[in-house]
């Protein structure tokens, strides 16, 4: 076969690596056609040496930017100790962080996992074994009721009962023992409740659905339903938690008060999968040796990354930042309405700009703002979901909200 000369090769290295995911890796993801190379605060930089403002920030998993330097100081410390021990043994970073994170959320006891889809998988094993142990629901009639539209994750559990079909289709049979309620509907939730409900779980605001915040009687309304039932109530602060809101957690913002939360996303500080279930004593408190577990869960260096995050967290500073940038970000967006957008949702650096019928698809306006330098990402089709690290300068939003009007204003 005859090579082409490099002087008429068009072929990008950003092209020969996308070939490469496309050849060999699973088709699980639509990504867009940027191949990024490094990363420094709210900026990525490709293979081809061109920049980007990331307003995306790993869906809240990059909340305190690229190459944090306390993160990375933290993890390259841990990693020239020891970074896996198994929890066959003690090690020095456990405790510390299952106590500061306690501390932090104002809980009692934290079971540390991976990812964000195994600390849900865990609130819900927690949740049943306490309704069958503590509040005497009959062996293997527990409930969970749910919210529609949910995003918990993608295990085969979590998708039998996501309304998404995409996320559901052709992966049954299908786990039982959950009731499905509209989001939002807290009349919906009191006519599911009954004594076999162990919990209700539900996100305080939908991300994958498009940064849907519930009306502000619904997160308190099921905190009542809850006590008056003996049920647990459970928040998914994944993508919501840990001052993306402007709140530390944002069930916050509604005076509620979780029996569960479950964390993960930013607190491995997009360094490494950190997650964990954090709640009440008498609730994580069933589970005796044997029962649950995970080698990598609680390790070491996942510890020393989590403790560096929770110190960050401690001062307030991110909360303040994520509201103070938070309320430009929504005032500036809002502008848009009626200008190419329909509606704006969200708290803090978080928003769901819907795109207005006759513009863009969401799909097609992600890659506008690639191709203006702007990374963020549809959902729901016609949704962009925008999340800057909590670190971004003022000035750089300003040019991601500019870039996002000349994309979608007409």
């Known amino acids: 076969m005859t090579s082409v000369p490099a002087h008429l090769d068009t072929t990008s290295r950003a092209d020969e690596l996308i070939a490469l995911d496309e050849r ?9 056609p940027v191949v990024i190379a490094e990363a420094s605060g709210a900026w990525v930089t490709d293979v081809d040496g061109r920049g980007y403002l990331d307003f995306l920030a790993g869906y809240s998993a990059l909340n305190f ?25 003690h090690h020095d970073q456990l405790g510390p962080f299952c106590r500061e994170l306690a501390e932090l959320t104002g809980t009692d006891r934290v079971l540390p996992m ?3 889809a195994e600390a849900v998988e865990s609130a819900i094993k927690l949740a049943r074994k306490w309704a069958y142990r503590i509040k005497g629901v009959p062996e293997n009639q527990a409930e969970i009721i749910v919210a529609g539209s949910n995003f918990h994750g993608r295990t085969t559990t979590i998708v039998s009962f996501s309304t998404d079909e995409d996320a559901r289709a052709e992966f049954g049979p299908y786990t039982t023992g959950f009731t499905v309620t509209p989001y939002g509907d807290a009349d ?15 996100e305080p605001i939908q991300g994958e659905a498009g940064v849907v915040v519930p009306p502000a009687d619904y997160l308190p309304r099921l905190r009542r339903l809850c006590d008056a039932h003996g049920a647990l109530l459970i928040a998914d602060e994944i993508q919501s938690g840990l001052a993306r809101t402007g709140e530390t ?10 029996d569960l939360y479950t964390l993960g996303k930013a607190l491995g500080g997009g360094i490494l999968p950190v997650s964990a279930v954090v709640g009440r004593d008498d609730v994580i408190g069933v589970l005796q040796p044997g029962q649950h577990g995970s080698t990598f869960g609680g390790n070491p260096l996942a510890c020393a990354v989590g403790r560096a995050v929770i110190r960050l967290l401690s001062t307030g500073e991110y909360q303040q930042r994520s509201r103070e940038l938070g309320a430009h970000l929504h005032a500036r967006l809002g ?40 990374l963020c990402k549809e959902t ?24 996002i009007a000349e994309v979608l204003a007409r």
Do not use: M
């Open 335 to 374: 502008e848009l309405i009626g200008r190419g957008v329909t509606e704006v949702r969200g708290r803090g650096l978080w928003a769901g700009v819907e795109i207005a019928e006759g513009g863009p698809a969401g799909r097609q306006a992600s890659e506008a703002l690639a191709e203006r330098g702007v």
């Open 114 to 116: 991976n990812s964000g």
């Open 249 to 258: 957690l944002a069930s916050a913002h509604d005076g509620v008060r979780a």
């Open 380 to 403: 729901q089709a016609n949704t962009l979901r925008i999340a800057p690290p909590l670190t971004i300068c003022r000035d750089d939003l300003d040019k991601g909200i500019d870039t």
């Open 65 to 89: 930017g690229h190459q944090n330097p306390e993160l990375v100081a933290a993890a390259t410390e841990q990693l020239g100790r020891v970074t896996l021990t198994s929890r066959a043994f």
């Open 188 to 202: 919906a939730v009191e006519a599911a409740i009954s004594e076999r409900t162990a919990a209700v779980l539900v």
């Open 24 to 32: 060999y890796g699973a088709h699980n993801y639509h990504p867009l």
